[in-house]
């Protein structure tokens, strides 16, 4: 597969999912978290699709498109790492989603990721809240939900925070 259909596949898995999460999401009370602005897609998506959701971004920097710069208060720039822990004052509740998109392609470092991330993810996200996240996270008390028909199973995981650990 050229890197061209790699890259179509991945954005139309990321959309397709996305939008198979709307209702069940909307079901939860709390934030939206989107973990990785890039350049910006998906936190747009993510305001067209969720208009009555206060969407907090995470990421080192603002390089996005400006048309898709979120203001300063939903804007929270640093390392995930250190910046996740501590956001709780600002976010208000616990988040009824969570899209992560840091992976880096790498297996060792996204291992490592995954090894500070989860915890943390765990400790933001409200009970019977939804992670679409490209990172394999093992948290026992999430369950892990199948994609969508068509979406392969090795790049796209979906979880539902079942309790508190
Ligand atoms: C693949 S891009 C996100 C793409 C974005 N979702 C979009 O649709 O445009 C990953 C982003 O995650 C950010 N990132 C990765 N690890 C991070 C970390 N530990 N702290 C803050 N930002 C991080 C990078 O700076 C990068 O902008």
Redesign the pocket.
């Known amino acids: 597969m050229s890197r061209l259909d790699s890259f179509i596949r991945r954005m139309t898995s990321q959309k397709i999912i996305l939008e198979s999460l709307i209702d069940k999401v909307n079901e939860v009370d709390g934030p939206i978290l989107?973990?990785?602005?890039?350049?910006?897609?998906?936190?747009d998506h993510l305001r067209e699709i969720y208009p009555n959701k206060e969407i907090f971004v995470?990421?080192?920097?603002l390089?996005?498109h400006p048309s898709c710069a979120p203001d300063a208060e939903h804007m929270i720039q640093?390392?995930?790492?250190d910046t996740l822990a501590f956001c709780g004052p600002r976010v208000g509740g616990k988040a009824s989603f969570a899209?992560i998109?840091?992976?880096?392609g790498d297996p060792t470092t996204d291992l490592a990721?995954v090894h500070w991330l989860a915890p943390m993810i765990d400790e933001r996200m409200a009970v019977g809240g939804y992670i679409l996240t490209g990172l394999e996270l093992k948290l026992p008390n999430f369950e892990h939900l199948p994609n969508p028909e068509g979406i392969k199973a090795d790049r796209n995981f979906i979880y539902r925070k079942t309790s508190e650990a």
């Open positions: 989107e973990l990785g602005l890039g350049n910006g897609r998906t936190y995470f990421d080192h920097a390089t996005c640093g390392d995930i790492r899209h998109d840091i992976g880096s990721t």
